[in-house]
């Protein structure tokens, strides 16, 4: 997703302050039940899926012009369409293949891929969204009923748990594995400390160091390993505890299959670097970029960079192989983004539109070079397309 750096953020409005001072009052509750304290990542999940008032679960816009980011699908039609011809052979190679994607956010994926699959003579047998925010699920299927033909909505499943194991398939995960819940920790003089959430004495929140936790400790030695030993006192980070077990999960949906998983994050040892001693965390409110997650809890959305060495590792342990890491840009470019095409349309109304969404999708400082795609596959027998340019994985 992208937002402008940090600038002043603008105040919410009336309904939007009520409701965040609910979630706050909810979190306050909840820090105050548990002795005072809190850990990050289940800070995280309340401010981002507390039923009926975490960011997913209540009723903000979120995406788009409207809301607070926006991501590649919701950025134009251009990133579906390059999906499709990259997704097309790999479905083709595949017997009744199902796409399964988590997280579908607004549906804008699923909309635009569909059609262009079925245009590609590549339709799956079905497209299963599993999407735990019911306020995304009624939104997605609201759009994708006026989006799709009869015919392929009905392929459409909505599911809220994993589907039992499908012999064939792809895994199409879009910004999901940024938004689970991380933990965070401190470096200091006495060990890895976990750092969690507090509340003052007027019942704002605040960073508060957690008690020394042996079993934590270990935790974090055992995601960074040696990269531990050359960060300094006072650095602070996060890891995902619960990335593993949950793309275990969703990659054993599949007997067999290939998966796209895009995100931004890089490999571990690029991400522990000593100076980057404040972490990856990122917010987004109203298209404004910042990294103090404890404002707004419940308005705005939190995520953090993606460890790809972690997913290659758990990949490589459920039996699937890391085939392809690159940039989003390479990726692309590599047959996905018909760029003859695009130029070809350079006299329509539309070029300019065209031309802002590409630049969103190719430039470095925006999700070409921040943004990567990981290609799982497991029993395919082809390389999937989009690693031809520059495949990255001897950096993980
Ligand atoms: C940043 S949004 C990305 C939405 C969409 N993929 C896109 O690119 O526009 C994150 C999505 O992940 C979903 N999500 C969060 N935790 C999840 C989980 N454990 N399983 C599946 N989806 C999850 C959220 O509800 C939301 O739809």
Redesign the pocket.
Known sequence: ?IASPSQALPAPDEDARAHGERVHAHIVAQIHDNGGWLDFARYMDLA??APGLGY??AGST??GAAGD?V????AGTLFAHALARQLAPLLLAQESPVIL??????G??AGELLPALNELGAPPARYLI????AQ?QARQREYLKSRLTTRLLRRVKWLNRLPAQMPAGVLL????L???PVQRFRITAEGVMPLGVSVTAKDELCWAQGPHDPAFAALVRARLGTLLDGLPPGYESEFCA?LPA?LTS?LECFEAGAALL?DYGLPRREIYLPERSAGTLRCHFRHRAHDDPLILPGLQ?I?AWVDFTTVADTAGQCGWEVAGYATQAHFLLDGGIDIATVAAQSLSPESVTRASELKTLLMPGEMGERFRVMALTRGLNMQPPGFGLRDLRDRL
């Open positions: 997703m981002l899926y997913y679960s979120k995406f980011f991501t590649a699908p919701e994607e988590p997280g579908a956010g607004s804008a994926l599993l999407e735990p925010s995304l995960a879009n910004e999901v940024d938004a689970l619960m949950w969703v895009i959305d995520t």
